[in-house]
T-cell receptor
Framework: DGGITQSPKYLFRKEGQNVTLSCEQN?????MYWYRQDPGQGLRLIYY???????QKGDIAEGYSVSREKKESFPLTVTSAQKNPTAFYLC????????????????FGAGSRLTVL | GENVEQHPSTLSVQEGDSAVIKCTYSDSASNYFPWYKQELGKGPQLIID?????GEKKDQRIAVTLNKTAKHFSLHITETQPEDSAVYFC????????????FGQGTELSVKP
């Protein structure tokens, strides 16, 4: 079955450590996204990538980094510079870059919950 | 930039009743409005969407209405069932913004048997 796989599902981190969240999709989608979910705040965009080897900052990119070396993979690194990293992180993909179409549908992974101890 | 406000934050209904969730958006250039359902411990899933050239769309017990003049859109669920219990998110997408969706804050719907 096609879909998006995020790992790990749960992750604990000590303050000052960098962690990397994995996101892999086998949907052959061009665009991929990382969202952060906090209670009562909806989903906020961290980074997105419309094509391999290219990505753009979203609304809350500070303290995060990404790479897009392969079409299928879009890992997110939460660095020690992120002041409040405890959150639920969601990866998503869509078939094509949005500005080429009137609309596109996001497919989400199951999420990764990061807790900083 | 675009801002999406969603109300209410929590909603409790009896099984069989209807539920309505409302969202407003700020940018009149928004042209696509999806609704996502998120069950506990899972990622959101698209349940229905509407484009700016349509005023209403229905899919079985779920319907979405769009009022472009007032810049608001609503999700209507009829004959609610316990399995409808979840968090629902609305979103809006600006035209030509690389697929970026701006999400509302979410509504936690509880359907009591």
């Amino acid at each position: 079955d096609g879909g998006i796989t995020q790992s790990p599902k749960y992750l604990f981190r000590k303050e000052g450590q960098n962690v990397t969240l994995s996101c892999e999709q086998n949907l052959n989608h061009d665009a991929m996204y990382w969202y952060r979910q906090d209670p009562g705040q909806g989903l906020r965009l961290i980074y997105y990538s419309q094509i391999v080897n290219d990505f753009q900052k979203g609304d809350i990119a500070e303290g995060y980094s990404v790479s897009r070396e392969k079409k299928e993979s879009f890992p997110l690194t939460v660095t020690s510079a992120q002041k409040n990293p405890t959150a639920f992180y969601l990866c998503a993909s869509s078939p094509e870059p949005g500005h080429y179409s009137g609309a596109n549908v996001l497919t989400f992974g199951a999420g990764s919950r990061l807790t900083v101890l | 930039g675009e801002n999406v406000e969603q109300h209410p934050s929590t909603l409790s209904v009896q099984e069989g009743d209807s539920a309505v969730i409302k969202c407003t958006y700020s940018d009149s250039a928004s042209n696509y409005f999806p609704w996502y359902k998120q069950e506990l411990g899972k990622g959101p899933q698209l349940i229905i969407d509407i484009r700016s050239n349509v005023g209403e769309k229905k899919d079985q017990r779920i319907a979405v209405t769009l009022n472009k003049t007032a810049k608001h859109f609503s999700l209507h669920i009829t004959e609610t069932q316990p399995e409808d219990s979840a968090v629902y998110f609305c979103a809006a997408r600006l035209r030509d913004q690389g697929g970026k969706l701006i999400f509302g804050q979410g509504t936690e719907l509880s359907v009591k048997p």
